[in-house]
């Protein structure tokens, strides 16, 4: 499964008000945000990496994201990686004609280039040191790791030199990171690979839907900079509930025609999709004001409320697959085998 565009789209209002610029980015990784942001994230956050108790997690480190509202920080969290053999490569934010883009993570068997930002816990800016593969099972590096070795065999420990110890959450730009991928980086970014896990989706969605994480709200210093595990978010029982549908980019096919034909399916979806969760919301709040006019019963309210949940889910879980299905029919078709560059 190759790597999904992400997009963040603003009303020109909001981006006039944020300081955002719409511009067109070079392709660094394999998916970046269509709209550019001039205000740098903050610097990563010193924390403790929490214990891992069960063997088979790989460490996701947080990271900052952002929204029309600003960046939020998504805790670092230990998370089942899609397959036996794949490592996870974190996104960052890289600098490039006049703004800071998001590179998103990725799920793939070598870990590929990450902004050369120093994450911790074996994420020093290039490469992992916090455990590899070895068969069927994963080894940790307790050196960087922090994991429960009465639960956890599969240990070993290997002296890490780090000389990267600034907390810099960026690549280029005035004040960023200086790296540039290697040969073997690139080449793991353009290799077949996964996306984030549903888990992690949920996570980071779970984490902007948090106030306390805000950056606005915390200054940078997180409370919740990381958990054991990824943060589950409480069910939906509104429309209101439900995030806003976001306008997703379409992937470059190299073919012009094709990828306007491409984008335009996708707003289409998109603008269907919000027409949808705004009606509905609105059919809840009629349902809200008309039951309030009949004689309190509890049975009934808790009965409407279980209607609203049931169609809120159902709303959502259809609208995921339509947009999972979309993207399916747009995958450029894979080109012939070839092998990837050796590093």
Not at 324 to 334: F, G, N, R, V, W
């Amino acid at each position: 499964m190759r790597q999904i565009s992400k997009s963040l789209l603003i009303r020109s209002a909001c981006a006039l008000a944020l300081g955002l610029a719409v511009i067109a980015l070079p392709e660094i990784a394999t998916a970046q945000i269509s709209v550019s942001i001039t205000l740098a994230p903050p610097a990563l956050p010193v924390y403790e990496q929490p214990v891992l108790v069960e063997a088979g997690g790989i460490w996701a480190p947080g990271y900052w994201d952002y929204t029309q509202d600003g960046y939020f920080w998504v805790p670092g969290a230990w998370v089942q990686p899609p397959e036996v053999g794949l490592l996870w490569t974190p996104g960052y934010w890289g600098w490039g004609n006049g703004g800071y883009a998001w590179n998103a993570g990725y799920w793939g068997p070598t870990v590929g280039f990450y902004g050369g930002i120093a994450y911790g816990f074996g994420y020093s800016g290039q490469g992992y040191t916090g455990g590899h593969w070895q068969g069927q099972q994963f080894y940790y590096n307790t050196e960087v790791s922090h994991v429960n070795v009465t639960n956890i065999h599969n240990v070993y420990r290997q002296t890490v030199v780090n000389n990267n110890v600034n907390r810099v959450s960026f690549n280029g730009g005035t004040g960023g990171v200086r790296a540039q991928p290697t040969a073997a980086e690139q080449a793991a970014a353009h290799a077949p690979h996964q996306a984030a896990t549903a888990v992690q989706t949920q996570h980071r969605e779970a984490a902007m839907a948090n106030h306390a994480l805000s950056a606005s709200v915390n200054h940078g210093k997180p409370q919740m900079a990381a958990t054991p595990k990824p943060i589950e978010r409480a069910a939906p029982m509104h429309a209101a509930d439900l995030p806003p549908v976001v306008h997703q980019a379409a992937r470059s096919t190299g073919n012009v025609a094709r990828d306007t034909a491409n984008q335009r399916a996708k707003d289409e979806l998109s603008n269907s999709q919000e027409k949808q969760r705004q009606e509905l919301q609105q059919r809840q709040t009629a349902d809200h004001e008309q039951a309030a006019k009949q004689p309190a019963a509890n049975g009934n309210a808790q009965a409407l409320e279980r209607q609203h949940q049931a169609q809120t889910q159902a709303l959502a879980q259809r609208h995921t697959m339509e947009q999972k299905t979309l993207q399916e029919t747009q995958e450029p078709k894979p080109a012939g085998k070839h092998e990837a560059p050796h590093s």
